[in-house]
């Protein structure tokens, strides 16, 4: 025996559609704007062939505290080096040692 159900239900969700959180804007400093060596706050690219230091170029608005819950922003960010563009979570970032790569790879 089938299950009755009325018209008017079907095809409407059942609860509201979950929404993503909104992905945060970062500029990124370009390898000429980065030395050899120096420390950078940011990410490792995730291109296993690339691995490069993406290093964000602080503003003066990144100077204030942080909102709560902020650090579980994504951030879609495209590699300087490589061009391959990902997804990175705000609070992942760290600092890292730039290096430049080699021209035999």
Known sequence: MAIKRPSKSL???VRKPVTSP???HVD???PHQMVPGDQYLGWVCKNKSCGLVIAIALTQAESKPAVAGADDQLAA???PHCGDEDLYRWSARSEHK???ASAGT
Request: with cysteine.
């Open 11 to 13: 095809g409407t969700p």
């Open 22 to 24: 909104g992905l945060r």
């Open 28 to 30: 990124v400093r370009l």
């Open 77 to 79: 960010i495209k590699c």
């Open 98 to 100: 730039y290096t430049v």
